[in-house]
């Protein structure tokens, strides 16, 4: 092992089969650091907070794995060997496996989480350091240290790009990890090819690398059974729908609730009672309105708020602007799905922008009549930034002088500071607020807050529209009463810079 480089004329085969080895260690490495941590925030929220500690546990693993390669001495080959098959198995089978821990052993998640980053990340720590000192026999120091770094950082740009982009979406989660996995367990195969000539006891190291290769190939084909097996057992109910697009995990279930759509694992409706969500998101400041013609949806991609909205004739266009075309287009063109608002979003007044609802708003636009803010609760700091004044400051030069903007915003009674910290931000940036709730089984008390600039008064008699299976002329005005357990309280303005909503929700929904 410490024979001096070889004056070569030019790079030898082990070399180049060695260097294009790091780049898929390293490729593969990053593929599990991201799934742990996209899995991680999608399925216990707060994204920062996911990505950063799952990040940290897994560079300080690959730098404990970087110190105990000094106990390697002898059989290098071998050992790189094994370790390509245990990262192989391990990394691999990690989505899976965090999947499945998630529907059957919830308490068990993190502890299973933090494990396999751990473990993982002290086998890829080890990888590089192993490849390094093997190389050393034929490559100059010099040229070795820039020739290893220059393929492992390209191998983790390569990754960093195609993960979002292209794996994800057309893989899902489970068979991304599995096919690094094959991509570990194939390096270990090259390695073996390479230093059959070193390796003792090569039938043992041959029946290893054949049996992970077996078992992450029959993982692989049966991806599908795996995430069905644990999203059944999580969500309860059958689910008709699944895909996981560059901004989240979309589920829809069947079961004696009808239809439910859950986003990251969250629920955001229920076909049995989404009526009443939907009839106090909408008619409140619709019908106080009197005659809007223009108005525009943020968020809502399933179109049930545009149903709502197309029952006033007055409405001569529908701006939807939802972040991921995945929504629109399932609650387009799947017959059962688009059944459920009323086909809404063929109406030719439709017209659908996928775009991010914050980005839009800084662009010069038309103004509204109203604006129906629809976005899920801010689980993260990601959708938090669509709860801060810097949003509302925006949305208030898009609606006109007479016009009303409604936002969906929490439990009032659950999250009564949350509810109240969205109705501070809201007056920080001029605009008065008329805050309400309403009860939605699926739910429980659920909250909305009508802002303008002009103070909310409550619509004639005769305003709302015919047909509606909730709300009424007697009854809206009920929804503005506000008990002493959901009064209000003192809270702080959500800005960019601190997103202290996205803190106090995680509390408050965290004490259930």
Same mark, same amino acid.
């Given at each position: 092992?410490?024979?001096?480089?070889?004056?070569?004329?030019?790079?030898?085969?082990?070399?180049?089969?060695?260097?294009?080895?790091?780049?898929?260690?390293?490729?593969?490495?990053?593929?599990?650091?991201?799934?742990?941590?996209?899995?991680?925030?999608?399925?216990?929220?707060?994204?920062?907070?996911?990505?950063?500690?799952?990040?940290?546990?897994?560079?300080?693993?690959?730098?404990?794995?970087? /110190? #105990?390669? !000094?106990?390697?001495? $002898?059989? &290098?080959? =071998? +050992?790189? *060997?094994?370790?390509? @098959?245990?990262?192989?198995?391990?990394?691999?089978?990690?989505?899976?496996?965090?999947?499945?821990?998630?529907?059957?052993?919830?308490?068990?998640?993190?502890?299973?989480?933090?494990?396999?980053?751990?473990?993982?990340?002290?086998?890829?720590?080890?990888?590089?350091?192993?490849?390094?000192?093997?190389?050393?026999?034929?490559?100059?120091?010099?040229?070795?240290?820039?020739?290893?770094?220059?393929?492992?950082?390209?191998?983790?740009?390569?990754?960093?790009?195609?993960?979002?982009?292209?794996?994800?979406?057309?893989?899902?989660?489970?068979?991304?990890?599995?096919?690094?996995?094959?991509?570990?367990?194939?390096?270990?195969?090259?390695?073996? /090819? #390479?230093? !059959?000539?070193?390796? $003792?006891? &090569?039938? =043992? +190291?041959? *029946?290893?690398?054949? @049996?992970?290769?077996?078992?992450?190939?029959?993982?692989?084909?049966?991806?599908?059974?795996?995430?069905?097996?644990?999203?059944?057992?999580?969500?309860?109910?059958?689910?008709?729908?699944?895909?996981?697009?560059?901004?989240?995990?979309?589920?829809?279930?069947?079961?004696?609730?009808?239809?439910?759509?859950?986003?990251?694992?969250?629920?955001?409706?229920?076909?049995?009672?989404?009526?009443?969500?939907?009839?106090?998101?909408?008619?409140?400041?619709?019908?106080?309105?009197?005659?809007?013609?223009?108005?525009?949806?943020?968020?809502?991609?399933?179109?049930?708020?545009?149903?709502?909205?197309?029952?006033?004739?007055?409405?001569?266009?529908?701006? #939807?602007?939802?972040?991921?075309?995945?929504?629109?287009?399932?609650?387009?063109?799947?017959?059962? @799905?688009?059944?459920?608002?009323?086909?809404?979003?063929?109406?030719?007044?439709?017209?659908?922008?996928?775009?991010?609802?914050?980005?839009?708003?800084?662009?010069?636009?038309?103004?509204?009549?109203?604006?129906?803010?629809?976005?899920?609760?801010?689980?993260?700091?990601?959708?938090?930034?669509?709860?801060?004044?810097?949003?509302?400051?925006?949305?208030?030069?898009?609606?006109?002088?007479?016009?009303?903007?409604?936002?969906?915003?929490?439990?009032?009674?659950?999250?009564?500071?949350?509810?109240?910290?969205?109705?501070?931000?809201?007056?920080?940036?001029?605009?008065?607020?008329?805050?309400?709730?309403?009860?939605?089984?699926?739910?429980?008390?659920?909250?909305?807050?009508?802002?303008?600039?002009?103070?909310?008064?409550?619509?004639?008699?005769?305003?709302?529209?015919?047909?509606?299976?909730?709300?009424?002329?007697?009854?809206?005005?009920?929804?503005?009463?506000?008990?002493?357990?959901?009064?209000?309280?003192?809270?702080?303005?959500?800005?960019?810079?601190?997103?202290?909503?996205?803190?106090?929700?995680?509390?408050?929904?965290?004490?259930?």
């Amino acid at each position: 092992m410490s024979a001096r480089p070889a004056a070569a004329s030019g790079p030898q085969p082990v070399e180049i089969a060695l260097l294009a080895s790091v780049f898929v260690v390293a490729a593969c490495g990053l593929v599990y650091e991201l799934s742990a941590a996209a899995l991680s925030s999608y399925l216990l929220g707060d994204s920062v907070l996911q990505f950063s500690t799952v990040i940290g546990t897994y560079l300080f693993a690959m730098g404990v794995g970087s /110190w #105990l390669s !000094r106990y390697f001495d $002898r059989q &290098l080959p =071998a +050992h790189f *060997l094994r370790i390509e @098959l245990l990262v192989a198995l391990i990394g691999g089978g990690l989505p899976a496996a965090l999947f499945i821990a998630n529907a059957y052993v919830p308490g068990a998640f993190r502890l299973l989480l933090y494990g396999m980053v751990l473990v993982v990340g002290a086998l890829v720590g080890l990888e590089i350091p192993l490849v390094m000192r093997i190389l050393r026999r034929n490559v100059a120091l010099k040229e070795l240290v820039s020739q290893v770094l220059t393929f492992d950082y390209l191998g983790a740009l390569a990754v960093s790009i195609a993960f979002p982009l292209l794996l994800v979406p057309q893989l899902g989660m489970i068979r991304t990890g599995l096919l690094f996995g094959l991509m570990n367990a194939a390096v270990a195969v090259w390695a073996l /090819w #390479l230093f !059959r000539h070193e390796l $003792r006891r &090569l039938g =043992a +190291h041959a *029946l290893a690398c054949a @049996l992970v290769l077996l078992a992450l190939a029959a993982a692989f084909v049966l991806a599908d059974r795996i995430t069905t097996l644990a999203e059944d057992k999580f969500y309860q109910d059958r689910i008709v729908f699944s895909a996981t697009s560059p901004y989240q995990r979309i589920v829809v279930t069947h079961g004696s609730a009808g239809h439910r759509l859950f986003l990251n694992g969250n629920l955001q409706f229920a076909e049995r009672d989404e009526y009443r969500y939907h009839e106090a998101l909408v008619h409140p400041a619709m019908a106080a309105h009197g005659a809007p013609k223009k108005v525009a949806v943020l968020g809502g991609g399933d179109g049930m708020a545009v149903r709502e909205i197309l029952k006033y004739p007055s409405v001569e266009s529908v701006t #939807l602007v939802e972040l991921d075309p995945n929504m629109t287009r399932l609650f387009t063109d799947h017959e059962t @799905l688009a059944a459920l608002n009323g086909g809404s979003l063929k109406s030719p007044k439709v017209r659908i922008v996928n775009t991010d609802a914050f980005q839009w708003l800084q662009q010069p636009g038309d103004t509204f009549d109203v604006i129906v803010v629809d976005f899920p609760d801010p689980t993260n700091f990601a959708i938090g930034k669509l709860y801060t004044n810097s949003f509302y400051a925006l949305l208030d030069k898009r609606l006109s002088a007479s016009g009303y903007a409604v936002i969906q915003t929490t439990s009032p009674l659950i999250a009564r500071k949350s509810f109240w910290t969205v109705a501070e931000t809201l007056e920080s940036v001029g605009l008065q607020v008329a805050p309400y709730h309403a009860h939605v089984p699926s739910f429980g008390e659920w909250g909305y807050i009508i802002a303008s600039h002009r103070p909310y008064r409550l619509p004639d008699a005769g305003a709302l529209p015919p047909g509606l299976r909730f709300l009424s002329a007697q009854s809206l005005p009920l929804l503005f009463d506000f008990p002493l357990d959901m009064a209000r309280v003192p809270t702080e303005v959500n800005r960019l810079s601190n997103q202290v909503l996205v803190t106090t929700y995680e509390q408050e929904w965290g004490k259930r």
